[in-house]
């Protein structure tokens, strides 16, 4: 069983730069994966970004280069970094582990970008 928990969502305007993190209840080194997901109201949960054990890193198309996902093993530590946000990244955002079969989920961030 793995627990993740996210902090660092909030209200910026558009333009503006949030961290959002996730801190996991194991050694994420013996996770294989980790990912950010985001759901808007009335939209299907999505993948924004994800790195891997071995610090691969995958984007959604409309984040790329303004988003950066990290992750620091010594403190069971992802980072999502959000620049130039947009308020069509308004959601909740949502910190994902997969290990060996199994994909566990946080309890969600919300993201709020004005106009």
């Known amino acids: 069983q793995v627990q993740l928990v996210e902090s660092g969502g909030g209200l910026v305007q558009a333009g503006g730069s949030l961290r959002v993190s996730c801190t996991a209840s194991?050694?994420?080194?013996?996770?294989?994966?980790m990912a950010w997901f985001r759901q808007a109201p009335g939209k299907q949960r999505e993948l924004v970004a994800a790195?891997?054990?071995?610090?691969?890193?995958t984007y959604k198309d409309s984040v790329k280069g303004r988003f950066t996902i990290s992750r620091d093993n010594a403190k069971n530590t992802v980072y999502l970094q959000m620049n130039s946000l947009k308020p069509e990244d308004t959601a909740v955002y949502y910190c994902?582990?997969?290990?060996?079969?199994?994909?566990?989920w946080g309890q969600g961030t919300q993201v709020t970008v004005s106009s």
């Open positions: 994902a582990a997969d290990t060996s079969g199994s994909r566990y």
């Open positions: 194991i050694n994420i080194f013996s996770i294989n994966a």
């Open positions: 790195i891997t054990s071995g610090g691969s890193t």
